[in-house]
């Protein structure tokens, strides 16, 4: 099956510093990545949707400027927390469809970042 | 009202039981519907799609009613290591393609 990396799987950081999460899917091209946050005993809901090329779609709520989304390249797409804050400490998780087809979605292992 | 609303159990049951997992979607428009497990602190992995159809994997029996709206799935002969959190999942394609998550439920086998 298809295999998509996330680094890094944790990371512990002070508030108002900036995080990066890397997406990379290992065997095959993703013009579509999706990025989800998780907090404990929730679902898993999703904060925007990342573009090959072009600008993210963010779901209503999501701070764009906070949470800024590069997608450069067919096999990495980044994540970056700016400014984190405690409330922003969750489990991120990235998805990316096979070769364009996100009927069905492979996940990358998750970061879990904690912000003090 | 949740989009995609799940039973978040916890479900107990013995090894060897059959068990069953209900989840109801209410928008009309899903085109395509899936179930993951979730282990704890680790990422969704896909169980099985889900058709009209019915769709056996092993064990594990999916089914879709699109009439009712409706998801289910079957687990017979539960092992230990059936124990995880099951989530419902549905892809809407219109007003823009997204993925909705259900809160999962939870099953505890016991030996």
């Known amino acids: 099956g298809a295999v998509v990396s996330q680094h890094p799987s944790r990371v512990i950081c002070k508030s108002g510093t900036s995080v990066k999460i890397e997406c990379r899917s290992l065997d095959f091209q993703a013009t579509t990545m999706f990025w989800y946050r998780q907090f404990p005993k929730q679902s898993l809901m999703l904060m925007a949707t990342s573009n090959e090329g072009s600008k993210a779609t963010y779901e209503q709520g999501v701070e764009k400027d906070k949470f800024l989304i590069n997608h450069a390249s067919l096999t990495l797409s980044t994540l970056t927390v700016t400014s984190a804050h405690p409330e922003d400490s969750s489990f991120y998780i990235c998805?990316?469809?096979?070769?364009?087809?996100?009927?069905?979605?492979?996940f990358g292992p998750g970061t879990r970042l904690t912000v003090l | 009202r949740k989009e995609v609303e799940q039973d978040p159990g916890p479900f107990n049951v013995p090894e060897g039981a059959t068990v069953a997992f209900n989840c109801t979607y209410s928008?009309?428009?899903?085109?395509?519907f899936f179930w993951y497990r979730q282990d704890c602190r680790k990422e969704p992995k896909l169980l099985m799609s889900?058709?009209?159809s019915g769709n056996e994997d092993g064990r594990f029996t999916a089914q879709l009613n699109r009439a009712s709206q409706y998801i289910s799935l079957l687990i017979r002969d539960s092992k230990l290591s059936d124990s995880a959190t099951y989530l419902c999942v549905v892809n809407r394609g219109t007003g823009g393609f997204k993925t909705i998550f259900g809160a999962g439920t939870r099953l505890f086998v016991k030996a």
């Open positions: 889900v058709y009209s």
């Open positions: 928008n009309s428009a899903s085109q395509s």
């Open positions: 998805s990316a469809g096979q070769d364009g087809n996100t009927d069905t979605q492979y």
